[in-house]
């Protein structure tokens, strides 16, 4: 996006109270990203052309020939390229422009060196990620320098509490610059940054900003140490590091900072499996108060619907069916939607065997859940402090009244005909996904591990079995194939 049309832009979008955009870039990836035409054409994107392709191939023999159709042919190029007959070329040519970079009318933070060879291109072929014809030669960031006026605290969607720096602002690369991330704790310790200090800055890649040190000589007498929060900024729950990280974080899941992902996450398929429950109605259900946690879906009536964007009777009324057929999914898909860090399904499925209802696991002790099969202390302690939080005990008596279930399907003696067995799954399975096959053990009480040991009652092995089958004969231990596997399920 052109300096002009992007200056404009953010003049435009400041005037009608809206966020200004960061940098061209980000104005340009969010005007493309935009559904209305109107508004895309009226931010006055332009383009320059580089490749040209007939019939799956490019029709010349060079990269500069390619460059010399497409101007001709009255496409917009870029004019500054240049043909380099030698590397000393391609060095002076890099040093012209870091130089003359301000001269453009557009920003740059770099020039693409290419092999001019087509064949060569061909010969020297591709990563995974990039050419290997083709080199970006990056120049040093922009620097400059303004004072940190405070350190404020961001909760992101996950619950991160991430600090920020309120810079005062400052003109740097064609935007101005007055935030920039200090990622976490441990790196405003290393910085030895103070709330007062004068720092210097560069934009990482010609787009983050970031701050690059602090400037001892300037630091004011006010200047003062910045303290991470005890309380949640967005909610006032309890945060905490766990051991061995760098960030906070906020384990209340219905912060309002992070809500509208943790709403996604529990309507997943893998969790509660509410379909319908997308992304652009999760931002109605929020942003309208209508849902303030994952407990609130179920309080959702036909009329709140109703009065949603592009939300029909049929949608409204096929989305509370699917929201009301949740209520009796498994324990282990509530648990594991209530997205307590650390717990995965495989976890879910462990804690809802063992503990059976989900009050039973709200009051076990760090201990107690150490104790159990494949917990270990970190996960523990994840699942100890997010159960000891009172806003996340409200969510789950919230659940309890709306009738979700919160307690293990046990049926009869069929249920625990597999109970203490331990399992491996190796192969590919005809019949069932893994996933149903690890569901149909753990529901009659059998275990699944990963590896197979002296302690592995059972192989279900499926067609190019690898080295699990392997290994489970020279242990002598049963191995099943899918239909002995059936068998052993419906036997009485």
Known sequence: MPLTSFNKLNEEREANGEARFANPRNAAAGTLRTLDPQVVASRKLDIFVYQLFADGRIPFSKQSEVLAYLGRAGLKVNRNWRHCA????????????????????????????????????QDMGTTSKFPRWSVAYKFPARQATTQVRNILVQVGRTGALTPVADLEPIRLAGTTISRATLHNEDEIQRLGLKIGDYVLIEKGGDVIPKIVKVIESRRPPQARDFVMPNRCPACSGEVYRPAGEAVWRCSNVACPAKIKESLLHFSSRRAMKIEGLGEALVEQLVDRGLVKDPADLYRLKLEDLLSLERMG??????LLKQIEES???????????LGIRHVGERTAQILAQHYKSMANLAQASKEELEEVFEIGPVVAESIYRF?????????????DQA????????????????????????????????EEAIQLI??????????VSKKTDFVLAGEEAGSKLDRARELGISILDENAFREMLDAS
């Not at 293990?408 to 399975?429: I, N, P």
Request: with cysteine; proline share 1%; aromatic share 6%.
């Open 86 to 121: 030698s590397i000393l070329d391609v060095i002076d040519y890099c040093k012209h422009w870091e130089q003359k970079r301000d001269s453009l009318s557009y920003e740059i933070d770099g020039v693409v060196v290419k092999v001019d060879s087509i064949d060569l291109q």
């Open 327 to 337: 209520k009796t999914n498994e324990l282990s898909r509530v648990i594991f939607g």
């Open 442 to 451: 753990e529901s009659q009480g059998g275990r699944v591990t990963a590896s």
């Open 387 to 399: 159960f000891s939080q009172k806003e996340n005990r409200l969510v789950i008596e919230k659940l």
């Open 313 to 318: 009777p049929k949608s409204a009324s096929n």
């Open 403 to 434: 009738k979700v279930n919160l307690e293990m399907k046990v049926g009869g003696r069929k249920s625990a005909r597999l109970h203490g067995k331990q399992f491996v799954l190796t192969g590919k399975l005809s019949g069932m996904t893994r």
